[in-house]
């Protein structure tokens, strides 16, 4: 009975080990199937202009380039998202990291790589993209532009996406820490009972030990209350109106 158990404990490894191998043969298969020849290392470049990059386009070289934030990467391997008459072949030869988040594809303006002016989350997933390319493809060097200088130094733009970035983790990291004390309440709306908001161990996404009361919460710049689920009052937070003070549902009443 035991020498049966071992077998197929073998038996089973045997299996895993086929499997693991023949994954990282398929990655190996993958990364080197394609036949166009490799950019050679020793001629390669580190920083390009945009003509040269536009060069990259599958067809007057036979690879495939694209940049993201002024980051060149060779996606030759991706071809079937990047190839001509492809889905993303919009990409290819530029820098055109805003379509990234704004999906227009028919962007050739000057500012197809100009994403200063986005909202953070938006430069959350541009910033998610580049990595994604990092750990998929091979990095080729900068593109000489709006995010490098041709000696291959950031530009003062680049300094001011930075900072930006930095305010905007700051302001996620501030409201993830204010909706762990005051989550927001779950909200529905029906035509009999008007807006609804109630609190429950898991509303907005924070799951927790506590359920709470309904409260509207006023933010300096904003003219509308949010709800709030509320532990304990604070002089921020006010009562719905009509609705009593412990209960875990309240019902929104329009003040006129
Ligand atoms: C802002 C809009 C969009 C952008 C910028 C975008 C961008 C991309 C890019 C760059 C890739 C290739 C990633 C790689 O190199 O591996 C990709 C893959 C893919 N996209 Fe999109 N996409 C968008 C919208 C959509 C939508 C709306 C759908 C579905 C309806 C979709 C479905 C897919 C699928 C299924 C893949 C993977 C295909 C595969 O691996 O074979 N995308 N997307």
Known sequence: MYSKFLNFRKLILSALLIVLVS??????????????????????????????LSKYDGVQSERLFLAVIGSIFDVTSGSKHYGKSSSYHYF???????????????????????????????IFSIMHWRKTFREKYSYVGKLEGRYYN?????????????????????????????????????????????????????????VRNWVGVPRQMFTPGKDKPKCVCAQQETNMLKPYTGCLSTSAECFVKVEH
């Open 92 to 122: 290819i030869g530029k820098d055109g990291t805003r379509a990234l988040v704004t999906g227009n594809f028919k962007d050739e303006s000057e500012d197809k790589d100009h994403i200063l002016d986005l909202k953070c989350d938006n």
């Open 150 to 206: 041709s000696d291959g130094t950031e530009t003062n733009y680049m300094r001011e996406l930075k900072a930006k970035l930095k305010l905007c983790k700051e302001e996620k990291e501030k409201v993830e820490q204010e909706n762990t004390e005051f989550p927001p309440c779950n909200v529905s709306w029906s035509e009999e009972e008007g807006t609804r908001v109630w609190c429950s161990k898991s509303s907005g996404g924070i």
């Open 23 to 52: 994954v990282l043969l398929q990655r190996v298969y993958l990364k080197s199937s394609s036949n166009i020849p490799e950019v050679n290392e020793t001629t390669k470049k580190l920083i390009y202009n945009k003509e040269e």
